[in-house]
């Protein structure tokens, strides 16, 4: 494929899709993914570029467009590599494989796929002004179950919180905190435990780089 200019684009459109339809955070979240989703590939195969992520900007936004909702970015450097970060991205994106992707690239994929579902318009990547791959409202990103992690565990804290509409607990572990769902029954008994260091053990599932 030929690249005749160093111009990324991440656009959504359908639905009445454009700007001023969505939150400035919105924008800012899409941003965010697609560029995240790009370094995290491009330093994946270059890990030496790994140590300029915050002394550099490899990639900015040179505009926002009310055609639809299209954001465009410029590569400023290693333009081959993040160019071939992008078509990989696309290629797991037209195939629904991400086996090829680091774990953080696949987080920050689902952000630009749920805020199509979201909103009930489709996406498109582009390079060099030429559209590389189209996602629907329907896109959703499952993840091979090769790349999860399950075991046993028991987990040691200080009750911090529990209730909800939805039951949720949050449990201290020295300076850090983990919040996870539990059944309402389960909530109830631990009403009385609150501040309380508690014994949990259960098990555990967490993705794994392949």
Avoid: W
Avoid at 121 to 137: K, P
């Amino acid at each position: 494929m030929a690249i005749n200019t160093n111009i990324l684009e991440l656009k959504y459109y359908g639905n009445n899709i454009n700007p001023e339809a969505v939150r400035a955070s919105e924008v800012a979240d899409l941003i965010k993914g697609f560029e995240g989703a790009i370094l995290s590939v491009a330093f994946d195969k270059r890990p030496d570029l790994s140590e300029y992520e915050n002394k550099f900007p490899f990639i900015t936004i040179s505009a926002v467009e009310n055609q639809s909702l299209g954001l465009k970015h410029k590569m400023n450097a290693y333009t081959e590599i993040i160019s071939s970060a992008l078509l990989l991205i696309a290629s797991s994106l037209n195939n629904n494989s991400y086996n090829s992707l680091p774990i953080k690239a696949i987080e920050d994929l689902k952000v630009l796929t749920r805020f199509a579902k979201r909103h009930e318009c489709d996406g498109s990547f582009y390079l060099g002004g030429e559209q590389i791959v189209n996602f629907g409202a329907d896109k959703e990103i499952k993840i091979d179950d090769s790349r999860y992690i399950k075991g046993e565990t028991t987990i040691y804290g200080i009750l911090n919180k529990i209730g909800g509409n939805t039951p949720s607990l949050q449990l201290r572990i020295n300076n850090y905190f983990v919040s996870f769902d539990v059944k309402k029954t389960i909530a109830v008994k631990l009403g009385t435990k609150l501040y309380k260091e508690n014994r949990f053990k259960g098990f555990f599932c967490k993705m794994g780089q392949v």
